[in-house]
């Protein structure tokens, strides 16, 4: 044992009480309570009483008897005085004091066991140092289809030296070893124990427990210097041990339980104790972690995703245990700790509990190994005292997982980062359908790149840029906005404001920037330079910087509310007032809709009220600013004041027959939405019985009807009650006014999808809005809203492709006018708007015909990355280190067109190549980070989609002869011919670095070991069996 930090005991050290009655030797000994103390003081008011506190110096060895002393660990001495009317407490550094009452007959009561309710460090010696030996085991894994882990276990010892209300802990013999692989209890045991490597010594440093009387503990103090990683441990620690032992003080027959508050690494919240006596004076004591609801474990969130309103609660399939179980025996009128084992789990059960299970274990024990009296006392040094036991998780701005356990090596990361962006497209060109397995590593890449970007500061970013070629700079400028942190976004502020990157790449980012962003307060008011560009700046740049910026509000106002509690609005008013300002101050339509946006991107509780005067028409008359005002009103009512402020808002609109359709409509759109109740429902369907206006009685009945035979779970509450009252709605006679759904779920897994079509035909105008929407987990989402508003004076409905259509085509007749407006939305946050009349489309078409007219040959690379889903949930566990359950669904969608054009005669000739390509290899599961051995844990569902469309052919136009000729043509490279889908999906256990996959940790525990192996029966019980020959399905076509 290693005691280089300790000091030789002092008279520091708390005294040894020893307690007789009628200054002999107790016969029996007694635990008394405050409430026996004061009815022996009473009953003896009329008696002399001597009460006296041995403070040790009394010799004992002349005393007979083979009972030991009652031995307790006390504070300090302590005397009590006292009259017939007073009783207190009073504080005293002599050794042995006296208070006489009127009786003849003298006693002496236990004192000590009345000064402090017994708390954790009374269930151990006194005086002692105990030691514990402590086995630490935490794998991930599963056990279908057999069972596989990614293990860690952790061996060493714990001492314990107890004093006045604290234990100072130290742990020592740390060794640790990893295994990756089948469990089959035998090869687990082939990895070899590895001592801890330096940088984790500050484990060994020793830190003190505090206690409160009510035997609860206070907080703890580490070295002033400690890293986070260490302090979590150690925290655990703290609240394993921790047991309130105010039930000790009563005798059990059966077995009973009670729910007590307690602190915990999981935060504050409550344990369910139950005490189950044993014969033999021992006592086995369980503790249940009890939680209400996933606040507490659920830390540290990062998503991209937002649930709108559901009818089912939002269903998170993960679940969490925690147990303790301690075993105590009776040593005098003592109880002393024996044993402590703790089990606890994280479970992830996805797709309705139907699909894999994945699960983390977390499984350790405490066993007394041996008492040794106290010779050295042990030291921390600069204290750092905490008075909280929840995990710190890291910090969102520097975004390290390790919490201080490694550094940054930004000489390694630089150059694997370049690496990676520059086999990125490279990757995407390979042939990926022929193969039978992807290969996950490279399939990966875009999560990994995402994942290191998380560490970079912002002068990191700008010299990983100077790295790059060509290609890659347009990969890293793709994946730029999925990274969130600060740096990143500040760094594409500094792209767009020194105009670094072209304006349709300009576009792209800010479109994106806010999506996966982790706000503040800090980096709104950093960003205000994008809401104030000049004219330097194209109007499509300027446009959706103010949509952006809106939204970034939003999600800093919403993570001000969720991680402080903090309703104040007041940082973000001077943003409400400016965009207000420039909306009633500008003459010009698409300036005063997109502040609109931008107001509703902002969806902050006083909008509600700020923007009353707008849909009011109080500010204009104009109808279509009116019903864009509603838009951007009624998310912040919804989500701030729910369906009653919602009805006062909009009701007197909606049943107003002298406002115009469209403005209605969108009033009782939302109106619906906002759940309300049956009377309420009752009596919108009363009022439209006697609608006259047709078209909105048809949106009505339409709406209905779709509502009802949907079988979306998140409507599921009010198809009910819309099914009762359809039956008293007769059907529309006219119009052509509609709301339709059209969708697919999945009944076995719980998900499902759809499209939800609007087409509102108002007085001069068509509008159609599309909602693609999503539900997984029981969270429903709308992932892209379209809006198309159409104005051209026709009252038919062609449709809307072929209106825009007949746009395109009669735009050159001076009879005919139109407007044209759309509206992007992704996510409930609108990312674009576009309007157009007819003399900006005539100017647009007029410049696409000098292009087609004097180019004879161009390129177009496009490229688009994004994530469909992007979940990380960190959560404690009983050792203190972060689980992580995680699901990332990147999605890369890239189409290489090349067209030339050759003229002969009065021929056209073109020459079309194009090649489309979806990449989407996504993961979910569960993991851990190991900072002992600074590796992540885990096992996770890859899930690879692979999809490749060439076309090429040749396209020739004669104008003379008015003939079109088609011919499709194989190219002449073999991998530009290739077509078609692959899928596959496989788990993987797996030890990697916490930087990448590169480094072979595993080697030094197990040099056979695997970083990842794939769970299953293993390869003599794999059978591949052909779908279909590829080459029987050749046509002879091409």
């Given at each position: 044992?290693?005691?280089?930090?300790?000091?030789?005991?002092?008279?520091?050290?708390?005294?040894?009480?020893?307690?007789?009655?009628?200054?002999?030797?107790?016969?029996?000994?007694?635990?008394?309570?405050?409430?026996?103390?004061?009815?022996?003081?009473?009953?003896?008011?009329?008696?002399?009483?001597?009460?006296?506190?041995?403070?040790?110096?009394?010799?004992?060895?002349?005393?007979?008897?083979?009972?030991?002393?009652?031995?307790?660990?006390?504070?300090?001495?302590?005397?009590?005085?006292?009259?017939?009317?007073?009783?207190?407490?009073?504080?005293?550094?002599?050794?042995?004091?006296?208070?006489?009452?009127?009786?003849?007959?003298?006693?002496?009561?236990?004192?000590?066991?009345?000064?402090?309710?017994?708390?954790?460090?009374?269930?151990?010696?006194?005086?002692?140092?105990?030691?514990?030996?402590?086995?630490?085991?935490?794998?991930?894994?599963?056990?279908?289809?057999?069972?596989?882990?990614?293990?860690?276990?952790?061996?060493?010892?714990?001492?314990?030296?107890?004093?006045?209300?604290?234990?100072?802990?130290?742990?020592?013999?740390?060794?640790?070893?990893?295994?990756?692989?089948?469990?089959?209890?035998?090869?687990?045991?082939?990895?070899?124990?590895?001592?801890?490597?330096?940088?984790?010594?500050?484990?060994?440093?020793?830190?003190?427990?505090?206690?409160?009387?009510?035997?609860?503990?206070?907080?703890?103090?580490?070295?002033?210097?400690?890293?986070?990683?260490?302090?979590?441990?150690?925290?655990?620690?703290?609240?394993?041990?921790?047991?309130?032992?105010?039930?000790?003080?009563?005798?059990?027959?059966?077995?009973?339980?009670?729910?007590?508050?307690?602190?915990?690494?999981?935060?504050?919240?409550?344990?369910?104790?139950?005490?189950?006596?044993?014969?033999?004076?021992?006592?086995?004591?369980?503790?249940?972690?009890?939680?209400?609801?996933?606040?507490?474990?659920?830390?540290?969130?990062?998503?991209?995703?937002?649930?709108?309103?559901?009818?089912?609660?939002?269903?998170?399939?993960?679940?969490?245990?925690?147990?303790?179980?301690?075993?105590?025996?009776?040593?005098?009128?003592?109880?002393?700790?024996?044993?402590?084992?703790?089990?606890?789990?994280?479970?992830?059960?996805?797709?309705?509990?139907?699909?894999?299970?994945?699960?983390?274990?977390?499984?350790?024990?405490?066993?007394?190994?041996?008492?040794?009296?106290?010779?050295?006392?042990?030291?921390?040094?600069?204290?750092?005292?905490?008075?909280?036991?929840?995990?710190?998780?890291?910090?969102?701005?520097?975004?390290?997982?390790?919490?201080?356990?490694?550094?940054?090596?930004?000489?390694?990361?630089?150059?694997?980062?370049?690496?990676?962006?520059?086999?990125?497209?490279?990757?995407?060109?390979?042939?990926?359908?022929?193969?039978?397995?992807?290969?996950?590593?490279?399939?990966?890449?875009?999560?990994?790149?995402?994942?290191?970007?998380?560490?970079?500061?912002?002068?990191?970013?700008?010299?990983?840029?100077?790295?790059?070629?060509?290609?890659?700079?347009?990969?890293?400028?793709?994946?730029?906005?999925?990274?969130?942190?600060?740096?990143?976004?500040?760094?594409?502020?500094?792209?767009?404001?020194?105009?670094?990157?072209?304006?349709?790449?300009?576009?792209?980012?800010?479109?994106?920037?806010?999506?996966?962003?982790?706000?503040?307060?800090?980096?709104?008011?950093?960003?205000?330079?994008?809401?104030?560009?000049?004219?330097?700046?194209?109007?499509?740049?300027?446009?959706?910087?103010?949509?952006?910026?809106?939204?970034?509000?939003?999600?800093?106002?919403?993570?001000?509310?969720?991680?402080?509690?903090?309703?104040?609005?007041?940082?973000?008013?001077?943003?409400?007032?400016?965009?207000?300002?420039n909306l009633r101050n500008s003459t010009k339509y698409i300036v005063q809709v997109t502040y609109l946006l931008g107001l509703h991107n902002m969806k902050l509780p006083i909008l509600a009220q700020r923007l009353v005067p707008a849909f009011n028409g109080e500010w204009w008359s104009?109808?279509?600013?009116?019903?864009?005002?509603?838009?951007?009103?009624?998310?912040?009512?919804?989500?701030?004041?729910?369906?009653?402020?919602?009805?006062?808002?909009?009701?007197?609109?909606?049943?107003?027959?002298?406002?115009?359709?469209?403005?209605?409509?969108?009033?009782?759109?939302?109106?619906?939405?906002?759940?309300?109740?049956?009377?309420?429902?009752?009596?919108?369907?009363?009022?439209?019985?006697?609608?006259?206006?047709?078209?909105?009685?048809?949106?009505?009945?339409?709406?209905?009807?779709?509502?009802?035979?949907?079988?979306?779970?998140?409507?599921?509450?009010?198809?009910?009650?819309?099914?009762?009252?359809?039956?008293?709605?007769?059907?529309?006679?006219?119009?052509?006014?509609?709301?339709?759904?059209?969708?697919?779920?999945?009944?076995?897994?719980?998900?499902?999808?759809?499209?939800?079509?609007?087409?509102?035909?108002?007085?001069?105008?068509?509008?159609?809005?599309?909602?693609?929407?999503?539900?997984?987990?029981?969270?429903?989402?709308?992932?892209?809203?379209?809006?198309?508003?159409?104005?051209?004076?026709?009252?038919?409905?062609?449709?809307?492709?072929?209106?825009?259509?007949?746009?395109?085509?009669?735009?050159?007749?001076?009879?005919?006018?139109?407007?044209?407006?759309?509206?992007?939305?992704?996510?409930?946050?609108?990312?674009?708007?576009?309007?157009?009349?007819?003399?900006?489309?005539?100017?647009?078409?007029?410049?696409?015909?000098?292009?087609?007219?004097?180019?004879?040959?161009?390129?177009?690379?496009?490229?688009?990355?994004?994530?469909?889903?992007?979940?990380?949930?960190?959560?404690?566990?009983?050792?203190?280190?972060?689980?992580?359950?995680?699901?990332?669904?990147?999605?890369?969608?890239?189409?290489?067109?090349?067209?030339?054009?050759?003229?002969?005669?009065?021929?056209?000739?073109?020459?079309?190549?194009?090649?489309?390509?979806?990449?989407?290899?996504?993961?979910?599961?569960?993991?851990?980070?190991?900072?002992?051995?600074?590796?992540?844990?885990?096992?996770?569902?890859?899930?690879?989609?692979?999809?490749?469309?060439?076309?090429?052919?040749?396209?020739?136009?004669?104008?003379?002869?008015?003939?079109?000729?088609?011919?499709?043509?194989?190219?002449?490279?073999?991998?530009?011919?290739?077509?078609?889908?692959?899928?596959?999906?496989?788990?993987?256990?797996?030890?990697?670095?916490?930087?990448?996959?590169?480094?072979?940790?595993?080697?030094?525990?197990?040099?056979?070991?695997?970083?990842?192996?794939?769970?299953?029966?293993?390869?003599?019980?794999?059978?591949?069996?052909?779908?279909?020959?590829?080459?029987?399905?050749?046509?002879?076509?091409?």
């Open positions: 044992m290693n005691d280089t930090d300790e000091v030789e005991a002092g008279p520091s050290a708390p005294k040894r009480m020893k307690i007789s009655q009628n200054n002999k030797r107790a016969s029996t000994k007694k635990f008394l309570t405050d409430d026996e103390l004061q009815a022996i003081l009473e009953a003896s008011s009329d008696s002399d009483v001597d009460i006296y506190l041995n403070d040790g110096s009394e010799d004992s060895s002349s005393e007979s008897g083979d009972e030991d002393e009652s031995i307790f660990d006390f504070q300090q001495t302590q005397t009590v005085s006292t009259n017939k009317d007073e009783f207190q407490w009073t504080e005293d550094s002599g050794s042995m004091k006296s208070v006489e009452f009127t009786k003849e007959e003298k006693m002496l009561i236990p004192i000590p066991v009345i000064a402090s309710t017994r708390a954790f460090h009374q269930l151990i010696p006194p005086d002692k140092k105990t030691i514990f030996s402590w086995n630490a085991d935490i794998k991930a894994g599963t056990h279908l289809p057999v069972q596989y882990a990614s293990q860690y276990a952790l061996q060493g010892k714990i001492h314990l030296q107890p004093y006045n209300n604290t234990i100072v802990v130290k742990l020592t013999d740390l060794t640790h070893r990893l295994y990756n692989g089948i469990i089959d209890h035998f090869h687990e045991y082939e990895a070899k124990n590895v001592s801890l490597l330096p940088e984790v010594q500050a484990l060994e440093n020793a830190f003190k427990i505090t206690y409160t009387d009510g035997g609860l503990v206070e907080g703890i103090s580490t070295q002033n210097n400690e890293m986070d990683f260490s302090r979590n441990i150690k925290k655990a620690i703290a609240s394993i041990f921790q047991l309130n032992t105010t039930f000790l003080q009563k005798e059990y027959h059966r077995p009973e339980s009670f729910v007590m508050k307690e602190n915990s690494i999981y935060g504050h919240g409550e344990d369910v104790y139950s005490v189950f006596p044993q014969k033999g004076g021992k006592m086995e004591v369980h503790k249940l972690h009890n939680m209400p609801d996933s606040e507490n474990i659920f830390s540290h969130i990062v998503t991209n995703t937002e649930g709108t309103s559901c009818d089912v609660t939002n269903g998170v399939p993960v679940m969490h245990d925690s147990k303790k179980t301690y075993a105590l025996e009776k040593e005098g009128d003592c109880y002393v700790v024996k044993k402590v084992t703790t089990v606890g789990s994280i479970i992830y059960y996805p797709f309705t509990a139907k699909s894999d299970v994945q699960m983390i274990l977390v499984n350790q024990n405490f066993d007394l190994a041996e008492v040794v009296p106290i010779k050295n006392k042990y030291q921390i040094g600069e204290e750092y005292f905490e008075n909280s036991l929840s995990y710190v998780s890291f910090d969102k701005k520097t975004n390290d997982e390790t919490n201080g356990r490694r550094s940054i090596d930004y000489d390694k990361l630089l150059p694997m980062v370049r690496d990676m962006l520059e086999d990125i497209p490279q990757y995407m060109h390979e042939d990926h359908i022929n193969t039978k397995e992807p290969d996950h590593k490279r399939g990966q890449l875009i999560n990994r790149v995402q994942q290191i970007l998380l560490k970079f500061t912002l002068e990191k970013f700008k010299e990983l840029q100077s790295m790059l070629s060509t290609q890659a700079l347009n990969v890293f400028y793709h994946i730029l906005p999925l990274v969130g942190t600060e740096a990143s976004t500040l760094y594409i502020k500094t792209l767009i404001i020194t105009k670094t990157v072209p304006d349709d790449l300009a576009v792209e980012l800010l479109q994106n920037i806010a999506g996966h962003i982790r706000p503040s307060l800090d980096l709104v008011q950093n960003l205000e330079d994008l809401i104030h560009l000049d004219s330097k700046y194209s109007w499509d740049i300027q446009k959706v910087a103010i949509l952006s910026f809106g939204n970034i509000i939003y999600k800093s106002y919403v993570h001000q509310l969720q991680s402080n509690s903090d309703s104040s609005q007041e940082p973000y008013e001077k943003y409400v007032d400016e965009y207000i300002h104009n109808q279509n600013l009116r019903y864009m005002a509603i838009w951007a009103a009624a998310p912040p009512i919804l989500f701030n004041s729910g369906p009653d402020k919602i009805i006062e808002t909009f009701w007197p609109i909606f049943t107003n027959r002298h406002e115009k359709l469209a403005v209605r409509a969108f009033c009782y759109y939302y109106i619906m939405y906002s759940r309300p109740s049956l009377t309420m429902l009752r009596n919108i369907f009363t009022f439209m019985l006697t609608e006259p206006d047709q078209e909105l009685y048809r949106i009505h009945y339409t709406l209905v009807q779709t509502l009802i035979e949907s079988t979306d779970y998140c409507h599921q509450d009010v198809r009910l009650k819309l099914a009762q009252l359809m039956k008293f709605s007769p059907p529309p006679r006219r119009g052509t006014s509609s709301v339709s759904f059209f969708g697919y779920r999945d009944e076995l897994f719980g998900f499902s999808t759809g499209i939800q079509k609007y087409y509102i035909k108002a007085e001069d105008l068509r509008i159609y809005c599309y909602y693609v929407t999503s539900q997984l987990f029981n969270s429903y989402e709308e992932e892209w809203v379209v809006y198309w508003k159409i104005q051209d004076g026709r009252d038919k409905d062609p449709g809307l492709i072929q209106s825009l259509v007949d746009i395109i085509s009669l735009s050159q007749i001076d009879s005919f006018d139109f407007h044209v407006e759309a509206s992007i939305a992704r996510r409930g946050q609108v990312i674009n708007t576009f309007a157009f009349d007819k003399r900006s489309l005539n100017e647009m078409m007029g410049l696409l015909g000098l292009f087609l007219a004097y180019a004879s040959k161009w390129n177009l690379n496009l490229l688009h990355i994004n994530y469909e889903r992007y979940n990380s949930y960190m959560i404690p566990t009983d050792l203190g280190i972060p689980a992580f359950w995680e699901y990332f669904m990147p999605e890369v969608h890239y189409n290489n067109l090349s067209v030339t054009k050759q003229i002969e005669g009065d021929s056209i000739h073109f020459r079309i190549e194009n090649k489309y390509g979806t990449w989407i290899h996504y993961s979910h599961g569960l993991s851990f980070y190991n900072p002992i051995a600074d590796v992540r844990q885990g096992i996770n569902k890859y899930h690879a989609y692979d999809a490749l469309f060439p076309l090429h052919f040749n396209l020739s136009l004669n104008s003379k002869l008015q003939n079109l000729e088609v011919h499709w043509q194989k190219h002449d490279d073999p991998q530009m011919n290739i077509a078609g889908i692959r899928t596959h999906a496989t788990q993987l256990v797996f030890v990697r670095d916490s930087d990448d996959y590169e480094e072979k940790v595993l080697r030094e525990f197990i040099p056979q070991g695997e970083e990842f192996q794939s769970v299953g029966h293993g390869k003599k019980f794999r059978h591949d069996y052909p779908i279909f020959d590829k080459h029987n399905l050749d046509t002879g076509c091409i």
